[in-house]
């Protein structure tokens, strides 16, 4: 909070009671307090702020279905209505709960699911004072506060369910669902421990509406995915009131000047992947959501929900030699491996967790010796077409019309200089390159690129990522290993770092690039789904006498962390620039044409 210039003061047990005389704290360590929250009638806020915009112009037509999303050459154009048809140049879907309906009227996915959700007024309560501080008590699932003479309390509670997940109703406008006391009851028993008041008072309304969550918990704000001039602002998971200001703010400032004027990765909607919009799918892991919602949130924590949904074709073997799970977008990836008569689970904590010294053997193991990953998760984007190396060249920061076999690192730059993306890119021949991308950045990497093909340029990019496996094989030991398994010379001489190219391995073929993202010698290895278990078994089989030893995604974090390695999303993205993020030795400032953010980034460098 207070990094983000918010005042917080960590209170004693007895100071919150001071403020909050109602408050039973025997059980409490402390609280955190803020003084300066405030507090808007919901109704009141609205309507104000729908006067304000009428008084510069804004017509808000009231009871109109919106039937239709139109576009021409991928830019929105307006939308149909019941009542006709309105011309937009560009269309925000604020549609709350019915935000998914609304996106795929526009080919769009919007990640969202209504659940049950809950309050309950209390009647007057004689001496009551008014304007008491909000109480949000995590332990109890529940918040307080001032309602006319009594006291709201609402709950975020486990054990929620999806509501409408096949579609909302039309005439769902200020629905409310059901009491259900069955659900409620214990949460609220529970509640009367903290506010030994609540039990003395009587209940006016026991409230049930739908309120719709992401499957991340994280809110959607930004352009959606494939339509120009479509923004979204949705999924505020029941702090839309909080936020909101905010957010039309951030929308406005971009739609205006064309870029956010905050840097906001993690709402990014290009972030959802196509099965994050499935209800099934929904049904569960937004259920986990809510249930999470006001439990500790655990370095590492992994989704219990929805598991087992995309595999590595090597997840059999990973999982044969001591594999732990964890889940990004629905892939099953290898994070750490238990030796035998280790359990196979997370046990969480801010201290050192107890994966820590396994995965620290592990990383080990890649500076002394060998290490093997399972990184087929990672995103790989096939673009070729005549102007494939035009369009790659004019949207990279780095000089990508490099010689076939050639890998290059770079990062893809707004007009702002700002980082879009960091990827390798790997010429295979005069109009073919291969574009490597994280697997959370894959699908908004994708569109980047798109976005940046002329229209009388020829050039496609086709996601291959489930194509093809891929196994790094890194460590001091790497060279010795793999040249026992192929014909290859893999000498510096013969295969210096950058190199790419396709080589026997076991009884088959890989594309090996020697590349690194550990920091230490080692090949990065492309190989057709369908060979992946032989490549695997045959690099087992040999690597006992190298020491070899498979290494997890946390390894795999820690030895990039070491080496100042750079990861989009966590330590650069679209605002920070190559130069503010030590990457300067990747932009290729003189290359013939320039580049997106070239001018910028000289500006900065001036």
Not at 46 to 55: E, I, K, N, P, S
Not at 115 to 122: E, F, G, K
Not at 259 to 273: F, I, N
Not at 481 to 492: C, P, V, Y
Request: hydrophobic residues 40%; negative net charge; charged residues 20%.
């Amino acid at each position: 909070a207070r990094a983000n210039g918010i005042t917080a003061e960590p209170i004693s047990p007895e100071q919150a009671v001071e403020l909050f005389p109602l408050l039973y704290a025997g059980d409490l360590a402390g609280a955190v307090y803020y003084p300066d929250d405030g507090r808007g009638n919901a109704t009141d806020t609205t309507m104000a702020l729908a006067a304000g915009a009428r008084q510069h112009g804004v017509r808000i037509a009231e009871n109109t279905t919106v039937t239709g999303v139109t576009r021409r050459d991928g830019q929105v154009t307006g939308v149909t209505t019941e009542r006709g048809d309105i011309e937009a140049e560009y269309v925000v879907a604020a549609a709350g709960m019915w935000g998914r309906e609304f996106g795929a009227l526009a080919g769009v996915g919007i990640p969202l699911q209504a659940l049950a959700h809950y309050y309950v007024v209390t009647e007057a309560i004689p001496g009551l004072p008014p304007g008491l501080p909000t109480i949000k008590t995590a332990p109890d699932y529940a918040y307080v506060k001032n309602e006319g003479a009594g006291l709201m309390v609402g709950f975020f509670e486990p054990g929620s369910y999806p509501w409408a997940s096949r579609g909302i109703p039309a005439d769902a406008e200020f629905t409310r669902l059901p009491e259900d006391w069955d659900h409620l009851g214990p949460f609220y028993e529970q509640m009367i421990k903290r506010l030994p008041v609540l039990g003395e008072t009587g209940i006016r309304l026991h409230f049930c509406g739908p309120e719709s969550f992401t499957p991340d918990g994280l809110y959607h704000l930004g352009e959606a995915p494939g339509v120009r001039n479509l923004f979204v602002a949705a999924g505020f998971n029941s702090v839309g009131f909080l936020s909101g200001p905010g957010a039309g703010s951030v929308l406005a400032d971009w739609i205006v000047d064309g870029s956010s004027p905050v840097d906001l990765p993690e709402t990014d909607p290009r972030r959802a992947a196509p099965h994050e919009t499935n209800r099934r799918f929904l049904e569960q892991r937004v259920t986990e959501t809510l249930d999470l919602a006001y439990e500790i949130h655990w370095p590492y924590q992994q989704r219990a929900s929805v598991r087992g949904l995309r595999r590595s074709p090597l997840h059999d073997r990973v999982s044969a030699a001591g594999a732990v799970f964890g889940e990004l977008l629905g892939w099953e990836r290898a994070n750490w491996y238990a030796p035998a008569g280790v359990k196979r689970e997370y046990e969480y904590s801010f201290g050192r967790p107890n994966w820590f010294e396994h995965s620290a053997a592990e990383h080990r193991a890649v500076l002394d010796a060998v290490g093997m990953f399972d990184t087929s998760s990672f995103g790989k984007l096939l673009v070729q077409g005549r102007d494939a190396a035009a369009v790659l060249q004019r949207v990279s920061a780095g000089n990508v019309a490099a010689e076939p076999g050639r890998i290059v690192y770079t990062q893809w730059l707004n007009a702002r200089a700002g980082i879009e993306a960091d990827v390798t890119v790997t010429r295979l021949d005069e109009t073919r390159f291969l574009v490597l991308s994280g697997p959370a950045t894959l699908g908004r990497d994708r569109e980047w690129l798109e976005r940046h093909i002329g229209p009388d340029e020829f050039a496609t990019v086709t996601d291959i990522s489930q194509a093809l496996a891929m196994i790094p094989v890194m460590g001091p030991n790497a060279r010795r290993l793999l040249q026992s398994i192929t014909d290859a010379d893999l000498s510096a001489e013969a295969f210096p770092f950058g190199t790419s190219r396709e080589i026997d391995l076991g009884c088959g073929f890989v594309r090996a690039t020697r590349i690194t993202y550990v920091g230490e010698l080692g090949w990065e290895l492309l190989i057709p789904a369908d060979l992946a278990v032989h490549v695997y078994d045959t690099i087992a089989e040999v690597g006992q006498e190298h020491g070899l030893r498979p290494a997890g995604y946390h390894a795999l974090d820690s030895l990039r962390i070491e080496k100042a390695y750079r990861s989009w999303g966590h330590d650069i993205s679209a605002g920070d620039t190559p130069l503010e993020a030590g990457l300067g030795f990747a932009v290729a400032w003189d290359k013939p044409g320039g580049f997106t953010g070239r001018d910028a980034l000289l500006r900065q460098k001036e």
